[in-house]
């Protein structure tokens, strides 16, 4: 496996995705350790509103559809 798992591009080392997508995924855990103290949500809550949230970047709301598809 060779590609990341969302898009076609190359995966970066110690990641299974490209550059793009483990941006991120750095962010989407960097938003929830703020969020996890000021709303008490879990992972899975905080991810599913990510994906509800129109102001979400496309790169960020396709890594937590992988992450909650792959739950
Ligand atoms: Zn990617």
New binding site residues.
Partial sequence: MTS??????K?IDGST??????TAYTNLEEGYKQWRYALGVSWVEYLEKITKTSGTGR?VK?VADDILSGL
């Avoid at 990341?4 to 591009?9: D, T």
């Avoid at 995705?17 to 483990?22: I, K, R």
């Fill in positions: 990341c798992k969302i898009c076609q591009r995966h995705y490209c550059d793009h997508h483990h790169w396709e």
